[in-house]
């Protein structure tokens, strides 16, 4: 029996893309029990939907596209504005972080994409962010060089040719009460644990601690708030 083959029309379109890899997401699947990582993805469900769907009467009069997928430890943001994907990927860094305990590292970069119906999603600008976050190991979520012009906001420029999204920033500039007084202590807990538990255990898992007890210190001192990490 021949299968007909309708003719697609869908074309390649340039985008903005985010490449987000869960940190230790293997470990979690490996030793939580079944009902433990039904809950655990569920929380991420809504953590996920919080960060695509919340309101922002800064895009409020701009047409905004945005697209996620996930598979494994692996979450791709598909957006066509920049400024929005940097914050919302800054959101998810930050709330997964408080909510969850979770750290991510990624990419952002932009190119061409194909996309048809959530069930295709190629192209050049996808293996440009994935590139990004394969060879970047810091608990950050980098930001090509290439595209820094294109964006104004809550980007951090930590070394000469080294951008990452500032999510402590994104938070702070959106509620600097809420952000400094509940939730920096709960992000600060989180790193004090992690330095606690991996040191002279796990290297590579304590180095990804000490970055972001640096860069904590580094947000606390420079915005005068007493909450640095000894």
Not at 109 to 138: P, Q, R, S, T
Request: hydrophobic share 40%; with cysteine.
């Amino acid at each position: 029996m021949l299968i007909s083959m309708a003719d697609k029309k869908v074309e390649l379109k340039e985008a903005y893309i985010g490449y987000i890899d869960i940190l230790g997401m293997t470990n979690m699947m490996l030793q939580k029990s079944d009902q433990e990582f039904q809950d655990f993805c569920n929380d991420m469900a809504n953590v996920v939907d919080s960060v695509i769907y919340e309101d922002s009467s800064y895009y409020k009069d701009m047409k905004i596209e945005m697209n996620f997928h996930m598979f494994s430890d692996n979450m791709i943001f598909i957006c066509n504005d920049i400024n929005f994907l940097i914050e919302r990927l800054g959101l998810l860094q930050r709330r997964l972080a408080i909510m969850l305990g979770v750290i991510v590292k990624g990419g952002v970069n932009k190119g061409k994409i194909y996309m048809y119906e959530n069930k295709f999603v190629l192209g050049k600008g996808l293996l440009y962010a994935y590139k990004i976050d394969e060879e970047y190991h810091y608990p950050a979520i980098k930001v090509s060089e290439e595209i820094i012009s294109d964006g104004e906001y809550n980007v951090k420029n930590v070394l000469n040719d080294e951008y990452i999204i500032d999510y402590y920033q994104v938070a702070y500039s959106l509620s600097e009460t809420d952000f400094t007084y509940e939730e920096l202590p709960i992000i600060k807990d989180l790193i004090e644990s992690n330095l606690k538990k991996y040191e002279g255990k796990d290297s590579k898992i304590y180095k990804k601690y000490l970055w972001m007890k640096n860069y904590h210190n580094n947000f606390c001192k420079k915005n005068n708030i007493n909450k640095c990490i000894a």
